[in-house]
Each structure stands twice: as C-alpha cells, then as structure tokens.
C-alpha cells in the first residue's frame, strides 16, 4: 500500500515528542479548503485604547502605571499564579502517593510587544519583532539564573477564544521550581532518542521534514516551519530551528532575526487563512534553567490554534478526545499545503492604502 493510500483511511500517528496517538480519520475531512469565508468582529483598530492596561502610560489594576515605553515592556503579573515566597512544602498524607502535594515557587511576566494597540506580531516589522525576540531572552536568561526557577514558559494566547480578551499584542512568562508536564515529557523523549540513536530528535524529524517537503509551510536560513506529522489541531504548526541549539539565549543576531521573520510569516498565513485575527496560543519549549547541561534538547515552538473551517467554526476537544486519544479529520499534509499556499504577508497589509 503507498503511503498516501495509507494517510486516506483512518489511522492514527505517533507523536515521538510526547510518547502519545493521535487518531486521524481523513475520509471525515479529506477535501481541499473550499474558500467558506463568513464576517467576524474587525480586529483591534485604535493604536491607543484609554481602557487598555497595557497601553503606554496607563493605569493596571493593581494600581500601577505603566511607562511611556517606546517598544518592548516587561512587569511583573499584577495577579500572578505564582510567587517567589511559599514555604516549602511536602505531604504525602496516605504514604502512597494518593494525596501528593508539593509547594511550588515561581514568578509570572507580562511581555508588550508594542506600545500599539492595533499590531500583531503579523504585522510588526522584523526589527520590532526582533526586540520582542531580544526580550524573550533576556527574561529566560534573567529568569532562569535565580537560583528557584528550574523553567521558564514563554507563552501566548491570542483572541478571546483562547481566553485572552484583550488584544493588544503581548505574552506571558511563567518561570517555576519545577519542570512543567509538557516539557517534562518532551525532554524524556528527547534524552531517550539521543540515547538510543546517538543524534537529536528534532534534528533528525526537520531533516526528513525538509525532505519530504509535503508537511512544509515555510522556511528560512535558520527556521523550518510545518504542521508536524502527529498534529492534533487541524492548523497547528511547529517552528523548528534548523541547527541544534538548546534555548533561544543561545541565538545569534542572524537567527534572532530568522525567528522574527518566520513569526511574521507563519501568524500572516494564519490572519489570511480565514481573514481574522486567528487565534492561538503558542509557546516555546526549550532546555531547563535546573543548572544541568541539556544537550538533547531543541528549541522550538508550539502553535496550537482552535480553528477549523472559519472564523466561526472551532475544534472541540471533547467527547473521544477528553475520554480517548485527540482525533482530527483533515489531515496535516492537507492542511500544510492550505496554510503553505497563502501569502506570507497580512493581508491588511497587501490592501492598497
Ligand atoms: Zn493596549
Ligand atoms: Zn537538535
Ligand atoms: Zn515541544
């Protein structure tokens, strides 16, 4: 049978990253992206929002007044999830680890990109994305070095169906004692492939990505961006550096300025998908700041967006995939030539002025 036979019936993939299925029922969804378009809500127009507490030199809840900044702007989270300052703490109340608690220490940022209101990073210019991209290295570094913080998750939610109402355009970073579930299993995965292969995961997969060039969407010197082979999300994509680099500290000015550049592409692509401010939470994942070296991992980032069919139409995770294993319909080869065919600049931006 050949493989595209194979990708037309049901089957399910192997994530190697997370050591999960998921289950792909292409026969649901193996049709091209039939141009369905509805009108949504325009997105943020104004570059000063008076009630926004991001905007340069307002007030924030907790009482406090942000500077006139002129680029980037980092605080600290008014209403953090976590703090520097818990006692430590262990309890294990049946001696079986049934009622297992652990105190928990860490800090929570708020990166702005942008002193505008009305920007992405789909529409920032390199040079501002690349300020963004200095200070997310700065704070995994500043972060990283106290002595309680073993990771640091830089993240984002967009739109107000990722729970982010507001939209100016900004991120947040959570840097904690303890190495996160998700990154937990990533390194795993990724110590157990160095192990048993002598070579790097992610550098072995783009490598055969950048081959098969079916799952590609776009690339650049220093970055590959596709919809991994094990996608769940019908339009999620990875960003892979191309050479084996641990953490984003380790950058240099040209792949600083790759990673600008294939944001900018990839959050384009999806603003043009379905003509909306397409809504997603992204992160990086990179290696631990728990003061061991890290060679098997490779810094990369998630884009996990709900959207299915249009600006209105969402994926669920329900049922099946609360109770079983996630599932989707179109595949990822389909949805990666979807997103590989659109122009790489924002639409608003390619309307004549
Ligand atoms: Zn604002
Ligand atoms: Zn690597
Ligand atoms: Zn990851």
């Known amino acids: 049978m050949t493989i595209e036979k194979l990708y037309a019936e049901p089957h399910r993939r192997f994530n ?41 030199g307002n007030q924030r809840a907790g009482g406090a007044h942000n500077p006139n900044y002129g680029s ?23 001696g079986r680890g049934l009622l297992l608690s652990e105190s928990e220490a860490g800090t929570c940022k708020v ?12 529409r920032m210019t390199i040079p501002e994305i690349v300020r963004v991209v200095d200070a997310w290295a700065e704070q995994y570094a500043e972060l990283g070095s106290l002595p309680y913080v073993d990771y640091v998750q830089i993240f984002e939610n967009r739109g107000e169906i990722m729970g982010c109402s507001n939209p100016h355009p900004h991120c947040q970073i959570w840097a904690n004692q303890t190495i996160p579930n998700e990154p937990r299993k990533e390194q795993k995965s990724q110590r157990d492939y160095a192990e048993k292969h002598d070579a790097c995961l992610l550098c072995d997969y783009v ?4 081959k098969a060039a079916m799952r590609m969407v776009v690339e650049n010197a220093h970055f590959a961006a596709l919809v991994p082979f094990w996608a769940v999300w019908p339009f999620e994509v990875l960003l892979v550096l191309k050479s084996h680099t641990g953490d984003i500290v380790s950058l240099d000015s040209g792949m600083r300025e790759g990673l600008a550049d294939i944001f900018k592409q990839v959050t384009a692509r999806y603003d043009n998908l379905f003509q909306t401010s397409f809504p997603y939470s992204m992160g990086f994942h990179q290696a631990p700041t728990d003061g061991g070296a890290h060679p098997e991992w490779h810094l990369h980032a998630h884009f996990y967006p709900p959207l299915l069919r249009s600006a209105t139409i969402r994926k669920f995770m329900v049922g099946y995939e609360m109770l079983a294993s996630p599932q989707r319909d179109i595949t990822p080869e389909v949805a990666a030539v979807t997103l590989r065919n659109l122009a790489g600049i924002h639409y608003a931006d390619l309307k004549p002025r």
Request: glycine fraction near 4%; charged fraction near 20%.
């Open 16 to 56: 190697p990253l997370t050591g999960e299925w998921v289950l792909v029922s292409p026969h649901r969804g193996q049709r091209p992206w039939d141009g369905q378009m509805e009108a949504t809500d325009a997105p943020a127009c104004v570059g000063y929002d008076p009630n926004c507490y991001l905007c340069p």
């Open 72 to 94: 980037t702007f980092v605080f600290t989270n008014d209403f953090a999830a976590l703090k520097p300052d818990v006692r430590p703490m262990t309890q294990d109340e049946s």
């Open 111 to 122: 990166v702005c990109f942008s002193p505008r209101h009305d920007l992405t990073l789909a």
């Open 207 to 210: 490598q055969l990505e950048m």
